[in-house]
């Protein structure tokens, strides 16, 4: 076995092996031959060959079924309206509310899912807020603001007034209250008009 000396740069060894590197990668393609080697003269002295296959299968899943239709991209719809005059906060001007609170669920009208482009108004104690347009038949989903107390005219979204929604005219109450911790952050309550 041939020993590799290190020398500092600059002496007549470094300057024959060339490149810096060279020395390394011939270091390193003699352990991998040695430990090659190695696991050679172990495997065929003292392990018996393994009886189990050496790849595995996977079987592929097929269909005959016809290619199913694209998925549709989602309609545009126009933008909502903006929200009732006494709603505090949110808008393009000011930002996402801080915190953003939420309230999403399943909508149905009269025991079916709601078609997507329907208007619904988010109510607070009867007062107008923030409508939006659904995007997807049988779901629904607003980011709102929770008002603060002292504005004048009030809030209508002020913490402790009473969330619903409004639809086609038809007004749905969710009987919790903004600031309610069932209502905190993200607030879960399927929408069913009559």
Aim: proline share 15%; net charge neutral.
């Amino acid at each position: 076995m041939r020993k590799f000396h290190v020398s500092t740069p600059g002496t007549a060894r470094s300057r024959r092996a060339g490149v810096p590197g060279v020395r390394k990668i011939a270091i390193a393609l003699m352990f991998l031959g040695a430990s090659i080697g190695g696991a050679a003269i172990i495997g065929t002295g003292f392990a018996e060959p393994s009886q189990l296959p050496t790849r595995a299968v996977v079987p592929f899943v097929s269909n005959d079924a016809a290619t199913p239709a694209p998925t549709p991209t989602p309609a545009t719809f126009p933008p909502p309206p903006p929200p009732g005059p006494n709603y505090c906060g949110g808008g393009p001007s000011l930002g996402p509310p801080s915190p953003p609170n939420a309230i999403f669920g399943l909508f149905t009208i009269g025991g079916e899912p709601a078609p997507a482009g329907t208007l619904v108004w988010l109510t607070f104690d009867g007062e107008l807020g923030p409508a939006i347009y659904t995007r997807e038949p049988g779901g629904y989903k607003f980011n709102y603001a929770a008002g603060g107390q002292g504005h004048e005219p009030p809030c209508a979204n002020v913490v402790g007034s009473i969330m619903g929604f409004l639809v086609d005219g038809k007004a749905v109450s969710t009987g919790v209250r903004v600031g309610d911790p069932e209502a905190y952050l993200a607030f879960y309550f399927d929408l069913n008009v009559p």
